[in-house]
């Protein structure tokens, strides 16, 4: 049950330097998310995809974008690097229950450090 | 005022003992409150839900859910060292919000 997997674990940019953050999920969910994690400021949306094919702004997307390739693909790139961009960054997944609820697997998260 | 408001800690509780960890929330919207568990350089993972009010019990752990006071619990009964860990209250109503989480140590 590898649910959802992430690469890189860990990368050391330069400013101004361009990454991709893979993301993939094995348990067929329509949603999938990105979020950064900083100390004292919490899980932050940055991009997300409700469906194939869609993708809308959350709370924090300056400096990325995203595409979401197939069903069990989404991916963020940062396209010149900031050392603000120093983070972690988890991608997550969903699919709605039959209360209506959208539970949120988490991957492991990718460390970024721009130096 | 913040969405979601959650004491950081950290906590610090000997083993055995009840644990309880709060949110207050402003949004009257949320209907679907959930508790993330977190262990250090790993993802959240989920470990309850409940929709709307009421209490939710799942082996040692108890959700709380108070929307009259925009309010919600996590109790921990009989704590464990491995039950040290960040948690994060998240709350949904067409979009999910968490709060910063709570670190929690239990002292052996």
């Known amino acids: 049950n590898a649910g959802v997997t992430q690469t890189p674990k860990f990368q050391v940019l330069k400013t101004g330097q361009s990454m991709t953050l893979q993301c993939a999920q094995d348990?067929?969910?329509?949603?999938m998310y990105w979020y950064r994690q900083d100390p004292g400021m919490g899980l932050r949306l940055i991009y997300y995809?409700?469906?194939?094919?869609?993708?809308d702004k959350g709370e924090v997307p300056n400096g990325y974008n995203v595409s979401r390739l197939n069903k069990r693909e989404f991916s963020l790139r940062l396209e010149s690097a900031a050392p603000s961009q120093t983070s972690v960054y988890f991608c997550?997944?969903?699919?709605?229950?039959?209360?209506?609820?959208?539970?949120?697997?988490f991957g492991a998260g990718s460390r970024l450090t721009v130096l | 005022q913040k969405e979601v408001e959650q004491d950081p800690g950290p906590l610090s509780v000997p083993e055995g003992a009840i644990v309880s960890l709060n949110c207050t929330y402003s949004?009257?919207?949320?209907?679907?409150f959930m508790w993330y568990r977190q262990y250090s350089r790993k993802g959240p993972e989920l470990l309850m839900y409940?929709?709307?009010?009421g209490n939710k019990e799942d082996g040692r752990f108890t959700a709380q859910v108070d929307k009259s006071s925009k309010y919600i619990s996590l109790f921990i009964r009989d704590s464990q060292p491995s039950d040290s860990a960040t948690y994060l209250c998240?709350?949904?109503?067409?979009?999910?919000?968490f709060g910063k989480g709570t670190r929690l140590h239990i002292l052996p």
């Open positions: 409940t929709y709307s009010s």
């Open positions: 348990m067929n969910h329509n949603s």
């Open positions: 998240a709350m949904k109503d067409d979009k999910i919000i």
């Open positions: 995809s409700a469906s194939e094919g869609t993708t």
């Open positions: 997550a997944s969903s699919a709605q229950d039959r209360t209506g609820a959208n539970v949120l697997t």
């Open positions: 949004n009257s919207a949320f209907q679907y």
